[in-house]
């Protein structure tokens, strides 16, 4: 899951329906934490890569480094050969994880754009 008070869980029932969203400036170029240090612990495995996939419109610079202690930071800005970012619109990014002992999983998360 994410991890930082930026952070809104939306879940409907059922609850294991999450939808990560936070606000995102459309000029930011940011890190973003994200947490698998429990996924690794539940699955008693621990971290081999990580690819990021986003939104068209987005572009993470870092999609296959950042990894520290199971807590994945990716670099998220506007693709510059996207179309403009849309206030009020949300754009998705998606971590995939591969573990040691091969199993793997996806955090799909959302960026809802600010105005200034």
């Known amino acids: 899951m994410p991890t930082g008070a930026a ?6 029932p059922p609850e294991e329906l999450v939808r ?3 606000w995102f400036d459309k000029d930011a170029i940011v890190d973003i934490p994200l947490s698998w240090v429990a996924w690794l ?9 990580h690819s990021v996939t986003t939104h068209p419109d987005l572009e993470c610079t ?7 202690g199971g807590v994945i930071k990716v670099r998220i800005k506007k693709n510059p050969a996207g179309a403009d970012l849309v206030v009020n619109r949300t754009y998705w ?3 995939h994880i591969v573990a040691s002992d091969g199993q793997e999983d996806d955090q799909t998360l959302y960026l809802k754009i600010g105005a200034k």
């Open 41 to 49: 612990a539940d699955k008693e495995t621990t971290y081999s890569s």
């Open 7 to 12: 952070w809104i869980i939306e879940g409907e």
């Open 93 to 95: 990014f998606t971590c």
């Open 62 to 68: 870092n999609p296959t480094t950042g990894e520290s």
């Open 20 to 22: 990560a969203t936070a």
